[in-house]
């Protein structure tokens, strides 16, 4: 684990189980092919870090802050990320699977071939971002707030957007479900009687 925490030394292919973490930095490396299962992240920040090939497996990395990093080909699965936030980022053919993702924030990152499913994402903001193939699935965004982020061809239609923040502008081409446009209508300015 001694070799995760120096900096400039990028790791390889390696597990990481039940290790409990706060309050750290992880700075200039390439984390690749690695696994963390069970572990803890708490108040994390990871700056210039490259991840590729890494899994999190019911991990916690809440409040932790993800800034110039690169993430290809991720898995976070089961996680908890309350709080968490990607500012900077790239993102590419990640999932982010049944985690909690309260009050988490990606912003000005570029996003291609990523997927969030089955997820909670109250009051999550998403800022400026660059997307391609962007995916939500069965996720819960009741309130969460989207500027300056496109969502022309995102599915919408099985999650849950009560509440959301947006600008009627960036909603062009979303795909919604009946009545979730009837929740929207105000927001668009529309009476219904």
Not at 13 to 36: A, G, M, P, Q, R
Not at 136 to 150: D, P, R
Request: hydrophobic letters at 40%; proline letters at 1%.
């Amino acid at each position: 684990m001694n070799d995760l925490f120096l900096e400039d030394v990028d790791v390889y292919n390696e597990e990481y189980t039940s290790i409990s973490v706060e309050e750290k930095e992880l700075c200039n490396k390439t984390l690749e092919d690695l696994h963390f299962k069970r572990v803890s992240f708490l108040n994390t920040r990871f700056e210039n870090v490259v991840f590729n090939h890494v899994t999190f497996w019911n991990a916690d990395l809440s409040n932790t802050v993800f800034t110039n990093c690169g993430l290809h080909n991720c898995r976070f699965v089961d996680c908890k990320m309350i709080g968490t936030s990607f500012n900077d980022c790239t993102i590419k053919n990640t999932i982010f699977q049944t985690c909690v993702l309260r009050y988490a924030g990606i912003s000005y990152s570029r996003l291609s071939d990523v997927s969030i499913k089955e997820s909670d994402m109250t009051e999550s903001r998403f800022l400026d971002l660059k997307v391609n193939r962007f995916s939500f699935a069965e996720v819960n965004l009741t309130k969460a707030e989207f500027n300056m982020f496109f969502l022309k061809d995102v599915d919408l239609s099985d999650s849950i957007i009560e509440g959301i923040l947006v600008d009627p502008k960036y909603l062009r081409g979303v795909i919604l479900s009946y009545e979730q446009m009837l929740c929207l209508a105000p927001l668009l300015g529309i009476k219904l009687k």
